[in-house]
């Protein structure tokens, strides 16, 4: 059943966007229920809620990728049915998705050029793209075929496809988590220019700061409900919590570090690219103690992947010393080689890396864990799925049981899983990617606090992340890569977010001098007030 719109005041421009009573149904739960939502003519407006809250498919319904059971839509005051994406588009609605939707074997300006109607050449789009990405500071070459992009990259050839269509409302799920702070408030500048424009933002991040410094509008839900609107600029992080999960995420208890032996030891690591738009690895050096987190900060295609690569064993073009694992040469090892030597994974890429979308968890279990598969290679069913359910119940992910497919839990729930499946092997070394890209403040809460516990247990861990708060909340040690190239390491109390935004466009080198020229300077002085 439709609802009536709500007037707008006598002369006052209509909304931009207005939802009445939306309600989706599934056959296991209500993604939305009786959902309401108003976005004016140059509003950002936020759109809060943990992992399964209901956020995609509301994004969905409104760019038709989804049919509501009930409710009404309407756009600049006209009631709508979206019926497809291009319809959407049509009206100017653009958006970017969290998990992308681009064809591997084609260029980065072929993905783009397909999204836009054929009035324009493949060269001028080409041309288009590369002004976008240098105007929003996003860095990407057009020539690119996209399987040769790291995931950080592909989310930003999504952000210019949606920029280039000159949206009436554009929608962004998480658009900052591949930026450096510097590029997120050039980003800031940008958005707050479109919505002067008249141009109505649809924001959907879980980073709290952010949507407090931005968004003039918010809608919160909670288990398919909307459970507040208000101005978010007037709440603090822990009021948004509250609505967004009914309580204050548990703060993080940090101890200092008591550092043990080496655990995995990286020296003179210099790979050439695996393909002609990957990146040289160059001398790159640091090591990781049992006992404490070490970060490596950067903006997403400096590197990150093929160091990934390189240490988790599916490169393994490396001399064998230049990574040691527990003392053993590991250069040339496989990964199973060096799961045997302690050395667990956490990829970046959930589907199709870290889980297989169409297996269960269960049987998901048995890509990187053997503890229920008999010496004679038989798998012990019973024992597998009493192994998954244990993990879905210290991890608290929202999943359908054991036999649930991987494709079908947000992407939050199955980074849960994933990471409890790693860190339930009691690991020596954990190395994990972008261990809370696009998940909810609860749920990053406790992957976060479960690094810090195996920390505290011992365990040496590595962290990957272009997410600076994060590295700044669970880690004793920072590098910063760029350009293949990996930073000296500085302790947490040193790193500031200027500092480390500076060194992610490879500008430490200076830095560095200036540091140990003061440095010695205060030990000079020192020296010579004790004589």
Request: glycine residues 10%; neutral net charge; contains cysteine.
């Amino acid at each position: 059943m439709s609802s009536p719109p709500i007037p707008s005041a006598p002369g006052a421009a209509p909304p931009r966007l207005q939802l009445a009573g939306i309600t989706k149904r599934y056959p296991a739960v209500v993604a939305n229920s009786g959902v309401s939502l108003t976005v004016q003519p140059g509003e950002i407006h936020a759109v809060l809620g943990e992992n399964g809250a209901g956020k995609s498919t509301l994004m969905k319904i409104i760019y038709g990728s989804v049919k509501p059971d009930e409710g009404s839509v309407h756009f600049n005051g006209q009631a709508v049915q979206v019926r497809n994406p291009q319809e959407a588009r049509a009206l100017g609605i653009a958006m970017v998705f969290q998990h992308f939707s681009l064809f591997d074997t084609l260029t980065v300006a072929e993905n783009v050029w397909l999204g836009l109607d054929k009035s324009q050449t493949l060269a001028e789009v080409t041309s288009r793209i590369t002004a976008k990405a240098a105007e929003y500071g996003l860095d990407i070459d057009p020539l690119r075929p996209v399987h040769t992009l790291s995931v950080g990259e592909m989310q930003r050839v999504e952000i210019i496809r949606a920029l280039l269509t000159n949206p009436k409302l554009l929608i962004l799920d998480e658009p900052t988590s591949v930026l450096t702070p510097q590029a997120v408030e050039k980003l800031f500048v940008v958005l707050r220019k479109l919505a002067s424009e008249g141009c109505s933002i649809l924001y959907i991040s879980h980073k709290l700061h952010e949507i407090r410094a931005l968004c003039t509008g918010c809608t919160v839900l909670r288990g398919g409900k909307v459970t507040g609107v208000c101005n978010p600029a007037e709440e603090t992080n822990a009021s948004l919590s509250r609505l967004m999960i009914g309580a204050e995420p548990p703060a993080l208890e940090h101890r200092p570090a008591q550092a043990g032996a080496t655990v995995l030891r990286v020296q003179n690591l210099s790979l050439p690219r695996a393909d002609q738009f990957g990146v040289d690895l160059i001398d790159v050096e640091f090591e990781v103690k049992a006992g404490e987190v070490v970060g490596i900060a950067g903006v997403s295609g400096n590197g990150q992947k093929e160091l990934l690569y390189a240490l988790s064993g599916e490169d393994q073009r490396a001399d064998a010393a230049s990574v040691q694992v527990a003392g053993q040469n590991a250069g040339r090892m496989g990964p199973a080689q060096r799961r045997a030597l302690g050395l667990h994974f956490v990829p970046e890429e959930r589907l199709g890396r870290g889980a297989v979308p169409t297996m269960g968890l269960a049987h998901n279990l048995l890509l990187t864990r053997t503890d229920s598969v008999s010496g004679s290679g038989w798998i012990k069913v019973g024992a597998l799925q009493k192994h998954a359910e244990d993990i879905i119940r210290r991890f608290n992910v929202k999943a359908g049981g054991p036999h649930a497919a991987a494709k079908s839990l947000s992407g939050g729930n199955l980074q849960k899983f994933i990471v409890g499946r790693e860190i339930d092997a009691n690991p020596q070394l954990l190395i994990v990617s972008q261990p809370t890209w696009g998940v909810d403040v609860g749920a990053a809460a406790q992957i976060r606090g479960s690094i810090l516990a195996l920390r505290d247990a011992g365990c040496a861990v590595l962290v990957v992340s272009e997410e600076l708060d994060e590295l700044f909340e669970i880690c004793d040690r920072l590098h910063v890569v760029a350009k293949g190239h990996l930073s000296p390491s500085v302790p947490r109390a040193e790193a500031t977010v200027e500092r480390i935004g500076e060194w992610m466009s490879g500008l430490w080198h200076a830095d560095v001098q200036a540091h140990l020229a003061q440095s010695a300077q205060q030990a000079t002085e020192k020296g010579a007030q004790h004589v």
